[in-house]
């Protein structure tokens, strides 16, 4: 008996930029319990061009990191957590094999990626978005009067930010299949 071959398809990813401090974390803090409290499953990736220690020092997956590991993979029945070296900083496309099944895939920033973004803008932190002429801006989240032509989006606004891209990404459809399924 053959294996019905899936269809691989990529999830629509999304970048939320904006500068230091604008308030990129705390937007997706609140967007990504929007989104998968809708019956989306939601992958992040977190950009940091500065680096950053996932595990504890002195936990025994730090000690194997620490003693010479390229790869450390921590698991357990409820996650798994991986630290590697690598030669480069990445692009996000790069890293999607780690996201299978997702019905979107929400990136902390990338500015500069060719990819959808969503700006978060603070007029007390710049004078002008970031990308005010990126072709790729599909949404500024601000609380300023602001017009560039697209969207915005108070910072209040979450659940019409979350309607939005369901409705860009036509994303309607993975919930009502999920529903019918009653998988998730």
Known sequence: MMKKLQKKTIS??????????????????KLIP??????????????????????????????????GASTTVISSPYQIGMVKDVEYDHKPEELFSFFNGMDIILTEGYKRSNMPKLEIFRAEITTEPLCKNDEKLLALISDSDIDIGVPVFSTREIKKVA??????????????????????
Not at 12 to 29: A, D, H, I, M
Not at 163 to 184: M, V, Y
């Open 163 to 184: 309607e939005f891209l369901i409705e860009h990404f036509d994303l309607a459809r993975s919930i009502k299949i999920k529903n019918r399924t009653g998988t998730s």
């Open 12 to 29: 629509p990813v999304v970048s939320v930029v904006g500068n230091s401090g604008s308030g990129k974390t705390t937007f997706l803090e």
């Open 34 to 67: 929007e989104l998968t409290g809708r019956g989306l499953k939601v992958g992040s990736i977190k950009h940091d061009v500065h680096g950053f220690e996932l595990d504890k020092p002195g936990k025994d997956s730090w000690r194997h990191k620490h003693a």
